[in-house]
Every structure is written in C-alpha cells, then in structure tokens.
C-alpha cells in the first residue's frame, strides 16, 4: 500500500492492518500528513459539526504522592510549591466558569491523600446541587472502586485518567516500580463499569517510546473505546529525572490527533495545553488535524504557576476570562466556533456506542 491508500483505508474503514500503520506512522511526507489531517476534519465534521467543546480545568491540588519520572508535580521535587484550594475557592472557580459559558468542569490534582472520599464527595455534590446542569469530570488519579463508586453517585459522570503508554516495559520506563501499567488499567475498567464516560490518553515523544508502543497505544484505544483521548507531547521538567530529555514534537502530536479521529470516529479529542505550549499555534493546529475540545484554565491566577507539569506551561498568567476569550479568538481563527454545551460524546446516553 502506498500512504495515500493506508489514510483512505484508515478514513474508510477505521481501521489499518497493523503493518500498514506502522509503516505509516514511521514514514510520511509533509503533504502526506496533510491528507491524513484534512480526512480527519471530514470524519470531525461529521460527527461533531464545527463546534469545539470547552472543558474548565480547576487544578485544586498540586500536592501529589507519586513519583511518576516525567512530572513535575512528583513528590521527590522539593522545590515544587504545593497549595490546596478550599472547597469554596473551588465553587468560586466553578462560578466565574459559569458564566463564561463553561458546562463542563474538570477537578484534577496530584494524588493528594488529604481529600479523602468523604472531602471530594461533599465538593462534587455541592456542585451538582449549585450547577444542576453541568457536567462533572474528575482527573485525580488512582483510587479504589470504592471510591470511583462514591465520587459517581455523588455526581461526577467523566473521568480522566491517561494510561501513559499500553507498554508494560515502557511504563516502567515512566514510572517507579510501585505503580504499575495493570493497576492503571484496572482502574480504567472499575470506571467504565461504574458507568462514568472515560477519558485515557498519552504523552507523545515520552523517553523510550518507539513505534511499536505506539501500536500499543492504538491498539489498546481501538479495543477499549474511551469516549475521549488526551493526547499531548511529553515536556521535560527541569526539576524531574527527565529533564534533559527531548520533548515530544508538534508534528508527531499532530500526526497522532489525525490518526485517533479516524480510527475512533466519535472520540472527544482535545487539543491539549501542552500542544500549546510546544508551539504558539498547537492547538489550532490540532483543531484541523481532528481535534473538537479545548481545555481552558480556571483555577486561580495565584496558584497557575504552582501546578507545573512541565516548564513553560502555557496560559498561567491570564484571568479565566482573558483565557476564554483568548481561545474564542484561536478557535474562530481555524474555522470553528465555541459551543456552550455539556458536549457528550457522540453516541453517549443512546446506546452508548459510537
Ligand atoms: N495526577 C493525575 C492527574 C494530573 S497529571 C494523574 O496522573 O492522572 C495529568 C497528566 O499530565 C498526566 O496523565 C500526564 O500524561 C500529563 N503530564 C505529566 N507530566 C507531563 C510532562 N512532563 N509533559 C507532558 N505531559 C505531562
Ligand atoms: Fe502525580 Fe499525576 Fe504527576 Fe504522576 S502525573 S506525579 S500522579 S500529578
């Protein structure tokens, strides 16, 4: 098969033997790339229209206990400074979100041990109590089913959670020996069937990743059918055991968004803030290579700087309200405009399939 062939496969048939992905993914033109993004707009705007979804990110906690080798936020980075947001500077958050527009909230931290079920339980109720409408994402990392189940009925409907890589020898490249890829993807499946809505997702260009974890990846998104995909490149931060490895490129993000639109029509694909900070017109970028949400900061101004994931994070100087209409501008400018809506996945609530 030549490329052309393997992308109009991929955009027929969602699928692609695996040899011919490979050879795809090790090898393309500029303008190859280019078909393969404009097929991936065509699949977009068909299932979503031109409409890009936002997600609020309230960033609560920077305090974390893992280790994970690529994260700032570890806890073997002494210099990182930790803060906690209140429950009601959280609500605040919440409210200015509102008012923005935003129907979707996104709680993500470190792994912090201090909110305990009972903690994040009263915050996500009261949140569904103030904001009936809105939808509930969390992004706390690995928790028991007990508690996935508490943080469900208490309200949350979506879940964050980024398997990192589908390869077991590279996970253990990424993280210490006390976590472990079966862990990551038990919780993954505790959460598809408590019946949250499931995010997963990887770094792009993270130390030791070759091709064949990149089938890995792929082939483990075909199989388990997230409703969404966080992807973004791998950042070094200067203060983790990565920081002198080389990011993640734009291209390769790109070509990645590209390839999961087609492979997973319906998947809420986010053009992530790393993507943004790797280059200033990333997430534009990744809009027109198959990407349909946006993912705008609304933790306070004050604590931006304090949850580094990786250095030159973008976005952390703005007020919510700057950052909103920063991101109307960028979005407009690709073509598509911001709809104010939950922004379900395609599918989601029917059968549940897409
Ligand atoms: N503690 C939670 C959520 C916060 S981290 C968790 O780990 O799931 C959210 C995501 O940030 C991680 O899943 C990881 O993919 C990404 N991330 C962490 N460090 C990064 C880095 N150096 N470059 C790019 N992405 C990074
Ligand atoms: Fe903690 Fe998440 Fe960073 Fe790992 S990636 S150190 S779990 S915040």
């Not at 030159?312 to 501008?329: M, V, Y």
Request: aromatic letters at 8%; one cysteine or more; proline letters at 5%.
């Amino acid at each position: 098969m030549t490329n052309r062939e393997r992308i109009d496969c991929l955009a027929e048939n969602a699928a692609l033997p695996h040899a011919e992905l490979r050879r795809l993914l090790l090898e393309h033109s500029p303008a190859e790339a280019e078909l393969l993004f404009a097929r991936a707009r065509t699949t977009r705007e068909r299932v979503y229209g031109k409409a890009v979804w936002l997600r609020g990110l309230i960033e609560f906690s920077s305090y974390c206990k893992n280790d994970c080798y690529y994260c700032g936020l570890r806890r073997s980075n002494a210099k990182a400074e930790r803060y906690r947001l209140t429950a009601e500077e959280i609500y605040a958050c919440c409210a200015n979100g509102w008012a923005l527009g935003f129907r979707t909230f996104v709680l993500q931290s470190g792994e912090d041990p201090w909110f305990t079920d009972a903690r994040l339980c009263e915050i996500v109720a009261e949140i569904r109590r103030r904001w009936p409408d809105c939808a509930i994402t969390l992004s706390l990392g690995e928790r028991s089913r007990e508690s996935y189940a508490a943080l469900r009925t208490a309200g949350a409907e979506r879940y964050l959670l980024r398997h990192e890589t589908a390869n077991a020898a590279h996970y253990a490249r990424l993280h210490p020996a006390e976590l472990r890829l079966a862990s990551r993807m038990d919780c993954l499946l505790e959460l598809r069937t408590l019946g949250y809505q499931v995010g997963c997702g990887f770094m792009v260009g993270s130390p030791g990743q070759d091709v064949d974890c990149l089938l890995d990846d792929l082939e483990f998104l075909c199989a388990f059918r997230p409703q969404m995909v966080g992807i973004g490149p791998f950042l070094p931060h200067g203060e983790t055991p990565f920081a002198q490895e080389a990011p993640g490129t734009l291209e390769q993000t790109l070509f990645l968004l590209g390839v999961i639109r087609l492979l997973l029509p319906g998947v809420l694909l986010p053009a992530t803030t790393a993507l943004g900070t790797v280059h200033p017109l990333g997430r534009e970028k990744g809009l027109l290579a198959g990407a349909n949400i946006v993912m705008p900061n609304l933790s306070p101004v004050g604590v931006r700087k304090k949850y580094l994931l990786y250095d030159n994070k973008i976005c952390t100087g703005e007020e919510a309200a700057e950052c909103r209409l920063c991101l109307q501008r960028r979005v407009e400018s690709v073509g598509y405009f911001i709809e104010s809506a939950r922004g379900d996945a395609a599918g989601w609530g029917t059968d549940g399939v897409f």
